[in-house]
């Protein structure tokens, strides 16, 4: 079981009065069938009937006519701020939206209300299985962060408390949905799974599994099964199950919760910072036990076996090599000349004298601080920070400089005759 969530110990109404005020003024969305059909968290229809002075009622386009759009809202919002319980601004909320709304208000309400928003949400969603609000792992996570009782009335938790250690489950699966077998809505019934195979007038099958509610067996596997598990190509798993991916970079990228990133066997949550091989995976995102995750992994579901990710091989790392030597200087002259403005005979002269590199850099950075009379002053301990070098190469540099005539060097005193920077003249 999950921890439970910090929740309030009764839901902040003044909070969830702002959130639907904040869903009130999201654009409404057309459709095929507009104005009459539209969506919206707090209609569905474009055509509504304005309260009117005196008792009456005028019917408005909220698709054509911005000032009944207003006054449309002006009316809702007086309806959010007059609600005295919370379950009053769900039952505002439109059918399409319910699951989205509980979304954003879960950290405002406490246990009881989490509960009774969800059991009702899931109930009268069409599809909240592919709700685009919610992740299978977040709907997950509602779930286990409230008390199962609370999700349940009297005769529903006294089934729930009679069932068997090992009960029968079914899903109607359809063409639609034959990808997304392991979802959350499942049934008791076979007629029901039988009539949700059916109703489009599809020719489904009922899906159905054993599942264990409570006591677990014991099983035991082998080495070479937790190996074959744990080596599940995780992409291949996903879009067998019905799962979008999208490229990223060179890792794939769920479409339901964009902080996943798959690559391979290997998986990892941008958002918590978390990340693994198939079991946890499916562990996690399917909220499965260890043995149920690697039966699955084994198996696959009616047969279908998953296949294995490729072995990464590492290409050897090629040998260090310098890259080749210029034949001529030409860039080099190029750059100091015209960039840095340098005299022809200086750079010439550098060039046939093979000054080191340290020299070379300490004479360049020292001759672009000197003045017109090519004088400057600048710390060992300045120059060693600006041209990223030691102290004592940035030493070795002024004086391989100064004895080859590039730098003239005098010491430099306080007035209380302690020494400072020496005085560099670039010749």
Not at 306 to 335: I, S, T
């Amino acid at each position: 079981m999950a921890a439970k969530r910090n929740r309030p110990i009764e839901t902040d109404l003044k909070k969830l009065k702002s959130l639907a005020h904040s869903f009130l003024e999201l654009d409404i969305q057309p459709t095929k069938m507009s104005p009459l059909v539209v969506k919206h968290p707090f209609t569905d229809s474009g055509i509504v009937g304005l309260h009117k002075e005196g008792g009456n009622t005028a019917v408005a386009d909220l698709t054509s006519d911005s000032a009944s759009l207003q006054a449309w809202r002006e009316q809702c919002g007086r309806l959010i701020d007059e609600a005295e319980k919370p379950f009053e601004l769900f039952l505002m909320i439109t059918k399409p939206y319910k699951l989205g709304f509980l979304k954003y208000a879960a950290p405002f309400l406490s246990e009881q209300d989490t509960a009774l928003f969800l059991s009702q949400a899931w109930i009268i969603t069409e599809a909240p299985n592919a709700d685009p609000n919610l992740s299978k792992r977040e709907l997950l996570s509602l779930f286990r962060s409230v008390d199962p009782q609370m999700l349940m009335d009297e005769e529903e938790y006294e089934l729930f408390r009679s069932l068997d250690d090992v009960v029968t489950v079914y899903r109607g699966v359809t063409s639609y949905n034959a990808k997304n077998v392991m979802a959350l809505s499942w049934t008791l019934n076979r007629d029901t799974a039988e009539w949700f195979a059916h109703r489009f007038g599809e020719q489904g099958t009922p899906f159905f599994v054993l599942e264990v509610t409570e006591k677990m067996p014991y099983i035991h596997f082998t080495e070479e099964q937790k190996n074959r598990a744990a080596s599940v190509d995780l992409e291949e798993f996903l879009r067998m199950r019905g799962e979008k991916l999208t490229r990223s970079g060179g890792e794939k990228r769920m479409a339901s919760d964009h902080s996943v990133t798959i690559r391979g066997s290997e998986w990892y949550d941008h958002a918590t910072e978390k990340g693994g091989g198939p079991i946890s995976f499916v562990r996690d995102f399917y909220g499965l036990s260890y043995p149920e995750a690697v039966l699955l992994l084994l198996d696959g579901e009616q047969g279908v076996e998953y296949p294995m990710a490729k072995q990464k091989e590492e290409a050897p790392p090629k040998p260090f090599e310098l890259p080749p030597v210029n034949g001529d200087c030409r860039r080099v002259y190029a750059y100091l000349l015209k960039q840095r403005h340098i005299d022809r005979e200086v750079v010439s002269h550098f060039v046939k004298a093979g000054l080191p590199h340290r020299a070379r850099a300490v004479y360049m950075y020292l001759r672009d601080r000197s003045g017109a009379a090519g004088s400057c002053w600048p710390g060992i301990n300045t120059i060693a920070a600006d041209l990223h070098l030691s102290r004592s190469t940035v030493k070795r540099a002024l004086n391989e400089l100064t004895a080859k005539g590039y730098l003239q060097k005098e010491s430099r005193f306080r007035p209380n005759g302690s020494s400072t920077s020496n005085l560099y003249t670039v010749r």
